[in-house]
């Protein structure tokens, strides 16, 4: 008998028919012999309306009002789960995030999980029932209700397998696995076996919105496996695991980001100690900088070139623009028509020449690079937004189609 872990999204458990659907493949893991702990999302929008309604009534709610209010949503999917399965006769019960035990930091809207305490569903399943949890929430020191930050249900549900030392965490979501690419665009993306979750977490930030990253970075901190599939089709999904255990494909996936701008400084005079200057500023504003380029100085002076998130592009032209100045730089431009396209594979840190190979894929459609950074396992470049799609077609057919 082993004890499996079910996290259920909220498309999963979207209306009555969908529930229905996700009792059913919980109870056929207890008819198995297993023990079932099942971890759900709010149904379909409802968190989104629930921010919706809350700005009706007040424009700048309180932390811990918002929270109480979010909160609910996974109140519902849990009881009304909780009582299809009942309906089909088999013990169950539903849990809040505090009677679950998950004790959190005081952070309304993005607490942390401090510490899980397992006693009450350990006592549940002791008398064979299955556990329904709401997930997304838990409790601090005052004893208030918090929620994890959004789409941070996965993350209950990863946290919870790592406490209970599950021997299976499955996340059921609208997608049946983690693919080569973005199946809805290329139409010759492939659906991975398994992952690294290195690689996971890489395709995770780069727009494959398919885990929650902080539940891959939990899942690898306790390495915990991972099977994301959909809790629509039978198909078997992707499993997410240590890299040892993972046959090693040299590359896994192609990603897209469109939520990105580059920004340079012209003209930055060639002296120690600028670089540091700009990028500390731009730190202390909490500012994530992506790629970083640097040309070589000329006649006295250099360009500096990187990329930040989109929403952060006005926010960092306001703050360097005096101060570029005040550095003696001549002018700073920013574009935020560009897509970083990116190659993610565990296996490339022993192959030579996938680089040259993903830039030839690029230069045979004519997409000119405008930046470029490496990592251990992943090799990203800047273009043109009009030339993004393109770029990602050119790199998929190199690396999965021939
Ligand atoms: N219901 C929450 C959200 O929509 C949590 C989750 O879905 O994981 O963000
Ligand atoms: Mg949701």
Redesign the pocket.
Known sequence: MALIVQKF??TSVRDAERIDNVAGIITSAYQDGNDVVAVV??QGD???DLTAKAAEVNQRPSKREMDML?SS??QVSAALLAMAIERMGFPVVSLLGWQAGFNTTSDYGSARIKKIDTSRVKKELDKRRIVVIA??QGVNRYGDVTTIG?????TSAVAYAAAMHADLCQIYTDVDGVYTADPRKIPGAKKLSCITYDEMLELASLGAQVL?NRSVEMAKKYNIELEVLSSLTKARGTIVKEENSVEQMLISGVAKDDDIARISIIGVPDKPGLAFKIFSKLSSKGTNVDIILQSIGRNGTKDISFTVQKDRMEDTIELLKEYTEKLGASSLVADDNVSKVSIVGAGMESHPGVAAEMFEALFSRSVNIQMISTSEIKISVLVHKADGDRAVEAIHQKFFES
């Open positions: 999204g909220g999302s709010a409802t968190t989104d979010l949503g996974e997930g997304f959004r789409g941070g249900s996965d929650h």
